[in-house]
């Protein structure tokens, strides 16, 4: 571990900066197959939900990239290549070859309701290890992906 401007001690840090290297893994995994939904979407609902992949992907790449951040402020490293995240990842892999609309919307759907359950874990770490702020960075990203869950859950009337 680096030294850091956070107050805590160097165990609560690394503890911290472990489990979000786990999400930047998840994060950065489902990034890629928002994307990949984003441009083989095909079918009626093609219209709204190709721009709404689209939204979802901007916002966890900003996500990914505050989370690996945080890590490095609280004096560790991030990890990220696509190699490291293809063997770290907790979401399962997505089968590329899906087009249709409703499809993708379940895929991502049940994806996304895994990454907010890792989330929700990161954040009981962060606060057993009084670490606000990284409460509060993971909280905002649990409200945002919970709103995406709700329009791909209400989209298949599930
Ligand atoms: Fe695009």
Same mark, same amino acid.
């Given at each position: 571990?680096?030294r850091?401007?956070?107050h ?21 995994? *489902?990034?890629?197959q ?14 709204? *939900?190709h721009?709404?992949? #689209?939204t ?12 690996? #951040? ?6 560790a490293? @991030? ?6 995240v293809?063997?770290?990842?907790? /979401? ?6 899906t087009?249709?609309? *409703? #499809?993708h919307?379940?895929l991502l759907?049940?994806? /996304?309701?895994?990454y907010l @359950? ?16 990284s ?6 990203? /649990?409200?945002?992906? #919970? ?5 791909l859950? @209400?989209?298949?009337?599930?």
């Open positions: 571990m680096y850091s401007p956070s805590l001690s160097e165990t609560a840090r690394k503890a911290v900066a472990d489990t979000l290297n786990e999400r930047l893994a998840d994060g950065l995994d *489902l990034h890629s928002i994307k990949v939904a984003h441009w083989n979407i095909k079918g009626p609902g093609f219209a709204a *939900l721009p709404l992949f #689209e979802f992907a901007i916002g966890l790449a900003a996500h990914n990239d505050t989370i690996a #951040e945080r890590a490095v402020t609280l004096g490293k @991030a990890f990220g290549t696509a190699r490291y293809a063997s770290h990842s907790k /979401i399962p892999d997505y089968p590329q070859e087009t249709r609309d *409703l #499809e919307v379940k759907a049940e994806r /996304i309701e895994a @359950a890792g989330c929700r874990a990161s954040r009981t770490v962060a606060e057993q290890n009084a670490d606000t702020d409460v509060d960075l993971l909280t905002g990203v /649990i409200s945002e992906f #919970e709103k995406h869950a709700w329009f859950r @209400a989209s298949l009337d599930t």
